[in-house]
């Protein structure tokens, strides 16, 4: 079961203590930290030690940490000492990490471990240094979609494009094959999301018209407001999501700020999952596991997630 959630989240946002994990040897606890993760595409872990090592410690619990050519456990500051734009200190719209992977990381995880104005540098009364972050739920965004304009997504459903990282020397990476924005299973089940304008290539032209339409459609959806949950990240909470589904980004922000964390496979998270929350991680035949592994089941989102739509708006005809 999962469940669709909008800027009201910032409520009751899920989250675990972090001294849970070393309660009878934290199973209980990183049962409920993938189970929330799976229900609603993140959770928070408060109260955590402002430590990289801890928080490294923590994440090898849900799966081993996947190495890319940022390496593995990541510790930075906005330093551009790798060519992507998450090592400036510029603001970033809602967006998923790996797109150009053939299978992009699962689970994604950050901790602010401080965040402080540079040297020299002096803040005016009342400003604050920025960097909030934001989440937007993915699934959700493409069910208003499918509801509001059919016809946009099945046209993100269906065109395919290439994804690439080569801004780094002696890296050009790209997927076995072109890939939607977004990706179905059998039935109408969303299955994931690929979406960062900074890794996409070019659209094919017979296809360019359309799809631009659509994804502006897209895009409007993700950038209103009651589907954006804006926190802020603070030394002690970590924040780990679901990277096929859940979309992340952040204002702006001055002075330096040193981030930690890490990926993690996405079949290693559901293993996980399984471990932790069925009896003795025992799945009850192929249905249930592939169901199980994309997060789905008969919640009250079921029907709404899964039916395909019952008319499609106009094409856009190709010039």
Not at 65 to 76: L, V
Not at 213 to 240: C, D, H, Q, S, T
Request: charged share 25%; net charge neutral.
């Amino acid at each position: 079961m999962i469940r669709l959630w909008d800027s009201s989240i910032e409520t009751h946002p899920p989250s675990v203590p972090y001294n849970q994990f070393f309660v009878d040897h934290g199973w209980e606890a990183i049962g409920e930290l993938t189970k929330k993760i799976r229900i609603h595409g993140f959770c928070f872990v408060t109260d955590a030690p402002v430590y990289p090592e801890s928080t490294e410690d923590l994440l090898k619990r849900l799966g081993p940490i996947r190495n890319t050519h940022y390496g593995g456990f990541y510790d930075f500051t906005p330093d551009l000492a790798m060519a992507d734009t998450a090592y400036t200190n510029l603001a970033l719209p809602a967006h998923t990490d790996t797109t150009y992977f053939t299978e992009p990381a699962g689970l994604q995880a950050f901790h602010c471990l401080s965040h402080e104005p540079a040297p020299g540098e002096a803040l005016e009364e009342g400003e604050s240094l920025g960097g909030e972050s934001l989440l937007v739920d993915g699934f959700k965004a493409a069910v208003t979609l499918r509801r509001e304009n059919p016809w946009a997504f099945k046209t993100l459903a269906q065109v395919e494009l290439p994804w690439h990282a080569s801004g780094n020397v002696g890296i050009s990476i790209s997927p076995d094959k072109v890939y939607p924005v977004i990706e179905q299973e059998g039935g109408g089940h969303l299955k994931r999301i690929r979406w960062n304008n900074d890794d996409r290539g070019a659209v094919n032209p017979y296809d360019a018209k359309n799809w631009y339409a659509a994804a502006r459609v897209w895009n409007e959806i993700l950038r209103r407001k009651e589907n954006e949950y804006w926190f802020k990240l603070e030394p002690g909470k970590i924040v780990i999501f679901n990277n096929w589904r859940v979309l992340h980004g952040r204002s702006a922000f001055k002075g330096i700020r040193r981030i930690c964390g890490a990926y993690i496979p996405y079949d290693d998270f559901v293993s996980c999952y399984r471990v932790t929350n069925t009896p003795g991680g025992r799945v009850a035949g192929r249905s249930y596991n592939n169901r199980t592994r994309m997060g789905y089941g008969r919640g009250k989102n079921y029907k709404e997630i899964t039916e395909a739509p019952k008319q499609e708006a106009p094409v856009i005809e190709k010039s």
